[in-house]
């Protein structure tokens, strides 16, 4: 599943080749690009998607927008937040989804054994 999910603005550095800020995702805090929203500053809130903030919102919506997906399921948002930055990983609080074993059966005759 793929989320925009809002978060606070809390550092901005423009010393590499794009803009980059640290962003607080109600704790959880994260690197994002800013090259999208140029206009962002420290204390704006935006929407973040695989790492790239996307649009600017106000706080009282980014607020709204959190409690609700806090409700939805609170582990699916810590899951989504660590799969967003694959480098940093998930939060520490935030474990991998169970692995699920398929059976495979190749197509065709078995492979011959030597007598």
Same mark, same amino acid.
């Given at each position: 599943?793929?989320?925009?999910?809002?978060?606070?603005?809390?550092?901005?550095?423009?010393?590499?080749?794009?803009?980059?800020?640290?962003?607080?995702?109600?704790?959880?805090?994260?690197?994002?690009?800013?090259?999208?929203?140029?206009?962002?500053?420290?204390?704006?809130?935006?929407?973040?998607?695989?790492?790239?903030?996307?649009?600017?919102?106000?706080?009282?919506?980014?607020?709204?927008?959190?409690?609700?997906?806090?409700?939805?399921?609170?582990?699916?948002?810590?899951?989504?937040?660590?799969?967003? !930055?694959? #480098?940093? *990983? +998930? %939060?520490? =609080?935030? /474990?991998?989804?169970?692995?699920?074993?398929?059976? !495979?059966? #190749?197509? *065709? +005759? %078995?492979? =011959?054994? /030597?007598?």
């Amino acid at each position: 599943m793929c989320l925009g999910i809002p978060g606070k603005v809390v550092e901005i550095s423009d010393d590499g080749p794009l803009r980059m800020g640290k962003i607080d995702f109600g704790g959880v805090r994260k690197e994002a690009c800013l090259a999208y929203v140029p206009e962002v500053a420290i204390g704006d809130y935006v929407i973040v998607h695989v790492g790239f903030a996307i649009s600017r919102l106000d706080e009282d919506e980014a607020l709204k927008t959190l409690e609700l997906l806090r409700m939805i399921d609170a582990d699916m948002v810590e899951m989504e937040l660590g799969s967003m !930055f694959a #480098p940093d *990983g +998930p %939060p520490a =609080a935030a /474990a991998p989804p169970a692995a699920t074993a398929v059976a !495979f059966t #190749p197509m *065709g +005759p %078995p492979p =011959a054994t /030597a007598s």
